[in-house]
């Protein structure tokens, strides 16, 4: 089961939108509503900020959201503030065997 | 607030294997499901492997099986995962990460670095 693939990087000013994308196949993103979002900050234990594609857990900011097209799921954050710098990764469940899988992760910049 | 509590560092030799824990701090380790990820020094994060405490059920990612153990006792609720045969390019944070129900993991542990060094 090969990473799903995501941008090495973003970056976006503050209270701009910036969009992450996250691909990978049939067997994965495009099979099963089954993907989450995870921020990230150094040295920190990721976060849940999206699941089930679209879905934002309690306390997270609605200016997370989730979507997906085919192979590809999305993040987008609008309203860009300085403590959105993070590593942002994408998960699937993956079907066969049961696996799961991660994206390569996307460093987010603010300037 | 939910925690899984993890056990310490470990540094290891080339060749031997390590076992970590992960305990939650509220409920028991069945309303779980609990996987192992694991993240090299500036890399990003890579799935280990998986177990359903209530069904004994474990799966993990091709690359490790073989070489991996995901278990779970239920009474000391902890969840453990060992690995064998170590090598330096297993040097890394292994998180557990806990689902309690959601297809995702709302709980994370703090982390266990683990190195191997001769």
């Known amino acids: 089961q090969s990473a799903l693939t995501q941008p090495a990087s973003v970056s976006g000013s503050p209270g701009q939108s910036i969009t992450i994308s996250c691909s990978g196949t049939?067997?994965?993103?495009?099979?099963?509503?089954?993907v989450s979002w995870y921020q990230q900050h150094p040295g920190k234990a990721p976060k849940l900020i999206i699941y089930?594609?679209?879905k934002r857990p309690s306390g997270i900011s609605n200016r997370f959201s989730g979507s997906k097209s085919g192979n590809t799921a999305s993040l987008t954050i609008s309203g860009l503030q300085a403590e959105d710098e993070a590593d942002y990764y994408c998960?699937?469940?993956?079907?066969?065997?049961?696996?799961?899988?991660f994206g390569g992760g996307t460093r987010l910049t603010v300037l | 607030q939910v925690q899984l509590l993890q056990s310490g560092a470990e540094v290891k030799k080339p060749g031997s294997s390590v076992k970590v824990s992960c305990k939650p701090s509220?409920?028991?380790?069945?309303?779980?499901?609990i996987s192992w990820v694991r993240q090299a020094p500036g890399q990003g994060l890579e799935w280990v492997g998986r177990?359903?405490?209530?069904?004994?059920?474990?799966h993990s990612a091709p690359r490790f099986q073989g070489r991996v153990t995901v278990s779970a006792d239920k009474s000391t609720n902890t969840a453990y995962m060992e690995l064998y045969s170590l090598r330096s390019e297993d040097t890394a944070v292994y998180f557990c990460?806990?689902?309690?129900?959601?297809?995702?993991?709302?709980?994370w542990g703090q982390g266990t670095l683990v190195t191997v060094s001769s």
């Open positions: 990460a806990g689902d309690a129900g959601s297809g995702s993991y709302d709980y």
């Open positions: 509220g409920g028991t380790i069945t309303g779980y499901t």
């Open positions: 177990i359903i405490p209530v069904l004994g059920i474990t």
């Open positions: 049939p067997s994965d993103v495009g099979g099963y509503n089954l």
């Open positions: 089930e594609v679209t």
């Open positions: 998960w699937s469940y993956g079907g066969s065997n049961s696996v799961e899988v």
